[in-house]
């Protein structure tokens, strides 16, 4: 069965740093997708990547960026120059291709980025 | 595009009673729904698929007696809590897919609180 993992409970860091948050994930299909998503105190969920397994590039978009190496099953996000808006629960996320076709979520990393 | 709505966002009922939540996809036609349960710090967990036009099926755990999921129609999929109970209280979110498994759509998700 697939599963997802995030190690980091709760993180909290000062504005400015850099921030990695990590999502290491199990699975026998071969083909999957994997997804981050972040959830401020609002509670919706925003959606942040996508990535199917075929494609292990690495993903820049703005201060994120995206390490995905189906190696060590893992799929970590960076932060760079995190900021207080940065704060929230980020879950990462896996959905096989095939069978039940279920979203799976990891346990959420609470990141808080004080001032 | 690929807007999903929930409705009410917020409800606060007296124990005993039942509660009715919408999830509609507004500008695309949903051929499978899902429901999500979270509680306080924990992560989204899967309640229950529902198909347009067929019964839902439900995760081990759920009983189906007491979340009762109706997907009418391609838009539309509700979620009725029925004799309420304060252990009830959650944040329940719904998400939509229209083709593949990648692509799921949230919606901004309902509080449920029961006294």
């Known amino acids: 069965a697939q599963k997802v993992t995030q190690a980091q409970t709760e993180i909290s860091v000062v504005e400015k740093e850099d921030v990695t948050l990590d999502c290491v994930y199990e699975?026998?299909?071969?083909?999957?997708?994997l997804f981050w998503y972040k959830q401020p105190p609002s509670g919706e969920l925003v959606f942040l990547i996508r990535?199917?397994?075929?494609?292990?590039q690495n993903e820049i978009s703005g201060r994120y960026s995206w390490n995905f190496q189906k190696s060590t099953s893992s799929f970590n996000f960076t932060i760079t120059a995190s900021q207080v808006v940065d704060s929230a629960v980020y879950f990462c996320?896996?959905?096989?291709?095939?069978?039940?076709?279920?979203?799976?979520f990891g346990q959420g990393t609470r990141l808080t980025i004080n001032p | 595009g690929a807007v999903v709505s929930q409705h009410p966002s917020r409800v606060i009922c007296k124990s005993g009673t039942s509660v009715k939540i919408e999830c509609r996809s507004l500008?695309?036609?949903?051929?499978?729904m899902f429901w999500y349960r979270q509680f306080p710090k924990q992560s989204l967990m899967l309640m229950a698929t529902?198909?347009?036009?067929?019964?839902?099926?439900?995760e081990q755990g759920v009983e189906k007696d007491k979340f009762l999921i109706n997907h009418a129609s391609l838009t539309l999929s509700t979620l009725t809590v029925t004799s309420a109970h304060p252990e009830d209280s959650s944040f329940y979110i719904c998400?939509?897919?229209?083709?593949?498994?990648?692509?799921?759509?949230f919606g901004p998700g309902t509080r449920l609180t029961v006294l």
């Open positions: 998400s939509a897919r229209d083709r593949g498994p990648n692509e799921q759509f």
């Open positions: 699975t026998r299909d071969t083909t999957y997708y």
């Open positions: 990535r199917n397994s075929f494609d292990e």
């Open positions: 996320a896996l959905i096989e291709y095939g069978g039940a076709q279920k979203l799976v």
């Open positions: 500008d695309f036609q949903a051929t499978t």
């Open positions: 529902s198909n347009e036009g067929s019964k839902a099926t439900y």
